[in-house]
Nanobody, 121 residues
């Protein structure tokens, strides 16, 4: 099995910074793309940022210039540094990873349990 465990998040004032991280563990052969999604109350889950195993990144327009995604391939961990946070960034943030498990040629799509980020004064 593969598990994604997130950490970080919490409450921050508008304009502040916060970081979240997500570590993949289990029977992993390789981890391809890793990313962060978020879901606000009453809204659909949306892509925030994604990073390939080679380090190529892509961001939602709403977070460009404010959020930075990075990863440590040796630790199978992805990070999201969030700066200049706005109230509209408030959501549950979910980690996502495309993982090839040991002994398998199939790519699996895995999700973390989610971590709450609240931006409020």
């Amino acid at each position: 099995q593969v598990q994604l465990v997130e950490s970080g998040g919490g409450l921050v004032q508008p304009g502040g910074s916060l970081s979240v991280s997500c570590a993949a563990s289990g029977s992993i052969f390789s981890v391809l793309a890793m990313g962060w999604y978020r879901q606000a109350p009453g809204k659909e889950r949306e892509l925030v940022a994604v990073i390939t195993s080679g380090g190529n990144t892509s961001y939602a327009d709403s977070v460009k210039g404010r959020f930075t995604i990075s990863r440590d391939n040796a630790k199978n961990t992805v990070y999201l540094q969030m700066n200049s946070l706005k109230p509209e960034d408030t959501a549950v943030y979910y980690c996502n990873a495309q993982v090839q498990r040991l002994g398998s040629v199939i790519l699996g799509n895995y999700w973390g349990q989610g971590t709450q980020v609240t931006v409020s004064s």
